[in-house]
Structure formats: structure tokens, C-alpha cells
């Protein structure tokens, strides 16, 4: 158990550009979860996949971002036509429930 | 909707004080609850969780306890550590659907020697 891996863990990009991240849960989790965290305040939801079927998606979750789970292992969490405001902290988590594990995080500068 | 109110950081601390950090809830039914930690350029831990109401959490010393009359998971700890030092989330999950974390804001604890 290398437990979950995130990529890249920094990611700076000038306004408008796309980027993608990518989470590898631990092997075994079929539920995995995306969150995003901004300076001072706790993770927020933005999207959950069991399986390769993404079962529910936040508000915060605009057009510009897309997240795919394919045959229900790895995922990506891409962000198109970066605005300022995307510049957080994007967490991924798997998890058999009710306990949810964490990766280290992939922090997006948005210039 | 289900949220997480927590109590304003910062916290700072002499080594071997008693640590105490509100968290309370507002969720229909029965909620889980946890504490988990961050530690400076890590990803998040599970410090504790309580599944049902009278339910004590316990892990590394620190103990929470459910309390569904005052909707209440208040983390404590008898006596810190400089190792203790980091930010603490509270969180709760809704059985069924998603059961995504909905978090509190954190409260960041700096325990000196």
C-alpha cells in the first residue's frame, strides 16, 4: 500500500491556459473523490467517482472542469481556460468508506 | 445543507498543556464525524472518527466524543507536544450517496518547547 499518489504537486500556469492533474488511489478503493482547498479554509467537495461512474458533482464544479475516472483506476481533474480564482490546492482521496485517505495534493498557482 | 463550525485558530500552546478545539454540526439524522490533521507540506490524516452518537474517537492521546444533544465533537488532548503541531479539520459524512467530508475551516495549533 503506497497509498494515494497525486501529480504533479506544484503546477504554475499563466490565465487561460488548461492544465490536468492526476490522482492514483490506493489499488484496492473504489471510491474516489476530489476536493479543493484554499488558503484558510477547509477541503470542499467537488466531485466523487465509484468506479469509473462519476456519481455526483459539486456547484463549484463549473464548465471549465472536467474529471474522468477511466476503467475505475487512476483519475484526472482537468482545468480549462485557468482563471486566477482556480488557484488552490486540489486533494484527491479514495476511500472505503467511511474513512477517506488522502494524497499529498496538487497545488495550482494560477498567474 | 450539512455544515462544520469550528473554533478560531490560531492556538498556541506550551508543551505538555491541555488542548481542547471546538467543533460543532448542523446535519440531518446521524452523521459520522472526524478529526483529521495536516501537517506542514502533507496531505491530510485521519487523527480520530465516531460513527454514532456516545461514540469516543481515540488515537495518539487525543480523544473526541460524539454528542448528539449538543451536536458537538470537541477535540482534546491532556498534554501537547511540539510534534503536535499543525492544522486540525473537523468533518462529517452523511451515510448513503457519496458520503463526501464536509470540513471546518481548520484551526492551526502551534505548540512551543
Known amino acids: 500500500d503506497t497509498g494515494v499518489s497525486q501529480n504533479p504537486r506544484h503546477k504554475i500556469t499563466k490565465r487561460g491556459q488548461n492544465v490536468t492533474f492526476r490522482c492514483d488511489p490506493i489499488?484496492?478503493?473504489?471510491?474516489l473523490y476530489w476536493y479543493r482547498q484554499t488558503l484558510g479554509q477547509g477541503p470542499e467537495f467537488l466531485t466523487y467517482?465509484?468506479?469509473?461512474?462519476?456519481?455526483?458533482k459539486s456547484r463549484l464544479l463549473s464548465d471549465r472542469f472536467s474529471a474522468e475516472r477511466p476503467k475505475g483506476s487512476f483519475s484526472t481533474l482537468e482545468i480549462q481556460r485557468t482563471e486566477q480564482g482556480d488557484s488552490a490546492m486540489y486533494l484527491c482521496?479514495?476511500?472505503?468508506?467511511?474513512?477517506?485517505?488522502f494524497g499529498a495534493g496538487t497545488r495550482l498557482s494560477v498567474l | 445543507g450539512n455544515s462544520v463550525t469550528q473554533m478560531e485558530g490560531p492556538v498556541t500552546l506550551s508543551e505538555e498543556a491541555f488542548l481542547t478545539i471546538n467543533c460543532t454540526y448542523t446535519?440531518?439524522?446521524?452523521?459520522?464525524l472526524f478529526w483529521y490533521v495536516q501537517y506542514p507540506g502533507e496531505g491530510l490524516q485521519l487523527l480520530l472518527k465516531?460513527?454514532?452518537?456516545?461514540d469516543k474517537g481515540s488515537n495518539k492521546g487525543f480523544e473526541a466524543t460524539y454528542r448528539k444533544e449538543t451536536t458537538s465533537f470537541h477535540l482534546e488532548k491532556g498534554s501537547v507536544q511540539v510534534s503536535d503541531s499543525a492544522v486540525y479539520f473537523c468533518?462529517?459524512?452523511?451515510?448513503?450517496?457519496?458520503?463526501?467530508?464536509?470540513f471546518g475551516k481548520g484551526t492551526k495549533l502551534t505548540v512551543n518547547p
Open positions: 446535519a440531518t439524522g446521524y452523521p459520522s
Open positions: 467517482f465509484q468506479n469509473e461512474a462519476q456519481l455526483e
Open positions: 468533518a462529517l459524512s452523511q451515510e448513503g450517496g457519496s458520503e463526501k467530508l464536509v
Open positions: 482521496a479514495s476511500s472505503p468508506i467511511p474513512i477517506q485517505y
Open positions: 465516531a460513527t454514532k452518537a456516545d
Open positions: 489499488s484496492e478503493h473504489n471510491r
